[in-house]
């Protein structure tokens, strides 16, 4: 135990600013407030376990020194791209996994519900809500029209007879998922012995609060339509919906219980105590201790070595006054659109003209990218969902050439009016895509995949979003517009961010 605690104290104390990172989530974010919960819990059923655990001699498990230098560089490689759900899922991975490198399999195999139990303090999950929101709006719409009243619909907006409803972040039920795994799983360790119960329940614990998130919604909506928007369009909006859940998931939990089995009872007599350890296991134990605090260490060498060659050099992005082909700065153009990129490092925002058409070009620059600066964020997106000018409609892919090869962009259609102010006239379509040292890709991922593996090979983590847009026009107008844009001046495009790079 003592060798354990000065463990974790050192893995604390290298690794406090991913710990602290998690608290600061867990303090001002109400859909990861239960994280506060998780450690105590844990401990609590592992306290239960003791005398399960008393019948089993400890013993360092060397071979989990593999896994945890594996686990450390990837903590290495999250915060190299600045992913907090990578370096948490690290952080937790590691104090796990200390158990067994510490105590062994057969001292692990008892607790190994509580130590998995403590990845539920790691706060993720959001990236599924936009896929929670469209099914909430599919289902809402679909409801709606069910119960006979007509809905015209365009992307997370709908308009009813009596006004008008918008799916947002608040809609998308992703708390109550969250929440419902996290007591579900809880639940199901508590009450049942089969495996296949307990992953039964789990599965309805994720079921139910999707469903029960699409129903609420509909009621909402219901209840606003049918009182002349009277009842559940302000706060009483939300107090329906957590009331909702309350009792949808204590129905849960009262109907789960009914098929409850005896937890097994481990008879005190058939215990013995542990086994003092001679010199020998004293100094294995010791011995992998101190290569397990050597492993967790090597990372932070890494990163202090990786970030005396980055460039903190404020960044100058001039706008181009002409492109190729004849395109030109429009001076007089008012800025009809701005992506919602949080704190570039630079940033331009022109729209340029030829003889036969205008775009708008969007260039955001990042460089020593860190939390509070980063390219690929959730944070960062076209139009946030409570933008009151505009609103995204439709979303897609386009393959273009840029430069040598074809890239598949990102594409949208955003809305300027409000849906019920039926102006729909202002349209704009919108493509995107990232710049990774000089590598183009549109997906976040694979984005996030180059900017590491570029700042591992000491280049940098220089990298940008071009985004391009022009008013929505019949007949694939805009589309082949942006193209011709794109494919005559991209080569001057990536020529302008390479001379940035350079100038570090």
Same mark, same amino acid.
């Given at each position: 135990?003592?060798?354990m605690?000065?463990?974790?104290?050192w893995?604390?104390?290298?690794?406090?600013?991913?710990?602290?990172s998690?608290v600061?989530?867990?303090?001002?974010?109400?859909t990861f407030?239960?994280g506060f919960l998780?450690?105590?819990?844990?401990m609590?059923?592992?306290?239960r376990?003791r005398?399960?655990?008393a019948?089993?001699?400890?013993?360092?498990?060397?071979?989990v020194?593999?896994?945890?230098?594996?686990?450390?560089?990837?903590?290495?490689l999250g915060?190299?791209?600045?992913?907090?759900?990578v370096t948490?899922?690290?952080?937790?991975?590691?104090?796990?996994?200390?158990?067994?490198?510490?105590f062994?399999?057969?001292v692990s195999r008892?607790i190994?519900?509580?130590?998995?139990?403590?990845?539920?303090?790691?706060?993720?999950?959001?990236?599924?809500?936009?896929?929670?929101?469209?099914?909430?709006?599919?289902?809402?719409?679909?409801a709606?029209?069910?119960?006979?009243?007509?809905?015209?619909?365009?992307?997370?907006?709908f308009?009813?007879?009596?006004g008008?409803?918008?799916?947002?972040?608040?809609?998308?039920?992703?708390?109550y998922?969250?929440?419902s795994i996290t007591v579900g799983?809880l639940f199901?360790?508590?009450?049942?012995q089969?495996?296949?119960?307990r992953?039964? $329940?789990?599965?309805? @614990?994720i079921?139910?609060?999707?469903v029960?998130?699409?129903? !609420? =919604?509909y009621?909402?909506?219901? #209840? &606003?339509?049918?009182?002349?928007?009277?009842?559940?369009?302000?706060v009483?909006?939300l107090?329906?919906?957590?009331?909702?859940?309350?009792?949808?998931?204590?129905?849960?939990?009262l109907?789960?219980?009914?098929?409850?089995?005896?937890e097994?009872?481990?008879?005190?007599?058939m215990?013995?105590?542990?086994?003092q350890?001679?010199?020998?296991?004293?100094?294995r134990?010791?011995?992998?201790?101190?290569?397990?605090a050597a492993?967790?260490?090597?990372?932070h060498?890494?990163l202090w070595a990786?970030?005396?060659?980055?460039s903190?050099?404020p960044?100058?992005?001039?706008?181009p006054s002409?492109?190729?082909?004849?395109?030109q700065?429009?001076?007089s153009a008012t800025?009809?659109?701005?992506?919602? $990129?949080?704190?570039p @490092?630079?940033?331009?925002?022109n729209?340029?003209?030829?003889? !036969? =058409?205008?775009?708008g070009?969007? #260039? &955001?620059?990042?460089?020593?990218?860190?939390?509070?600066?980063k390219?690929?964020s959730?944070s960062?997106?076209?139009?946030k969902?409570n933008?009151t000018?505009?609103?995204?409609?439709?979303?897609?892919q386009?393959m273009?050439?840029?430069?040598e090869?074809?890239?598949?962009?990102?594409?949208?259609?955003l809305?300027?009016?409000?849906?019920?102010?039926?102006?729909?006239?202002?349209?704009l379509?919108?493509w995107?895509?990232?710049?990774i040292?000089?590598t183009?890709?549109s997906?976040?991922?694979?984005?996030k995949?180059?900017?590491?593996?570029?700042?591992?090979m000491?280049?940098g983590?220089?990298?940008a979003?071009i985004?391009?847009?022009?008013?929505?026009?019949?007949?694939?107008a805009a589309?082949?517009?942006?193209?011709?844009?794109?494919?005559e001046n991209?080569?001057a495009?990536?020529?302008?961010?390479?001379?940035?790079r350079?100038?570090?």
């Amino acid at each position: 135990m003592l060798v354990m605690g000065l463990l974790l104290a050192w893995v604390f104390f290298l690794y406090r600013d991913t710990g602290i990172s998690m608290v600061t989530i867990w303090e001002r974010s109400e859909t990861f407030t239960h994280g506060f919960l998780v450690p105590p819990i844990a401990m609590w059923l592992i306290w239960r376990q003791r005398q399960a655990i008393a019948a089993h001699s400890p013993q360092s498990a060397f071979w989990v020194l593999l896994p945890v230098a594996a686990v450390a560089f990837l903590w290495m490689l999250g915060e190299l791209v600045s992913v907090n759900a990578v370096t948490q899922l690290g952080l937790v991975a590691l104090v796990v996994l200390s158990v067994p490198a510490i105590f062994g399999l057969s001292v692990s195999r008892q607790i190994l519900f509580p130590l998995g139990f403590l990845f539920f303090a790691v706060p993720i999950g959001e990236f599924v809500m936009p896929q929670l929101m469209e099914w909430t709006a599919d289902f809402t719409v679909f409801a709606v029209r069910l119960s006979g009243v007509p809905v015209y619909r365009e992307g997370l907006e709908f308009v009813i007879p009596s006004g008008s409803w918008s799916v947002v972040e608040a809609c998308s039920g992703v708390r109550y998922l969250i929440a419902s795994i996290t007591v579900g799983t809880l639940f199901a360790y508590l009450n049942y012995q089969s495996t296949k119960r307990r992953l039964l $329940f789990i599965l309805v @614990s994720i079921l139910v609060p999707i469903v029960a998130n699409w129903l !609420r =919604a509909y009621m909402i909506v219901m #209840l &606003g339509h049918l009182s002349g928007n009277t009842l559940a369009t302000g706060v009483d909006h939300l107090i329906y919906g957590w009331v909702f859940f309350g009792v949808v998931i204590m129905l849960m939990f009262l109907v789960g219980s009914r098929w409850s089995e005896p937890e097994r009872v481990v008879d005190p007599t058939m215990s013995r105590a542990m086994t003092q350890q001679g010199d020998k296991g004293t100094a294995r134990l010791w011995f992998a201790s101190a290569c397990f605090a050597a492993i967790v260490a090597v990372p932070h060498v890494a990163l202090w070595a990786i970030n005396q060659g980055q460039s903190t050099a404020p960044v100058s992005l001039a706008s181009p006054s002409t492109l190729s082909q004849g395109w030109q700065v429009s001076a007089s153009a008012t800025k009809a659109f701005e992506p919602s $990129f949080k704190n570039p @490092s630079a940033a331009i925002n022109n729209t340029y003209s030829n003889q !036969r =058409a205008a775009v708008g070009m969007y #260039l &955001g620059y990042y460089r020593h990218q860190g939390d509070d600066r980063k390219l690929v964020s959730s944070s960062n997106v076209l139009v946030k969902s409570n933008d009151t000018h505009r609103a995204q409609v439709a979303t897609g892919q386009k393959m273009v050439v840029m430069g040598e090869k074809s890239v598949a962009l990102r594409t949208a259609v955003l809305r300027g009016a409000a849906l019920s102010g039926g102006a729909n006239a202002d349209r704009l379509a919108v493509w995107q895509v990232y710049w990774i040292n000089g590598t183009l890709t549109s997906n976040d991922y694979i984005a996030k995949a180059y900017s590491a593996f570029y700042q591992l090979m000491g280049r940098g983590d220089d990298s940008a979003v071009i985004v391009v847009y022009t008013p929505e026009a019949p007949g694939g107008a805009a589309e082949a517009t942006l193209e011709s844009f794109l494919t005559e001046n991209y080569a001057a495009i990536n020529d302008l961010l390479l001379k940035v790079r350079s100038a570090r």
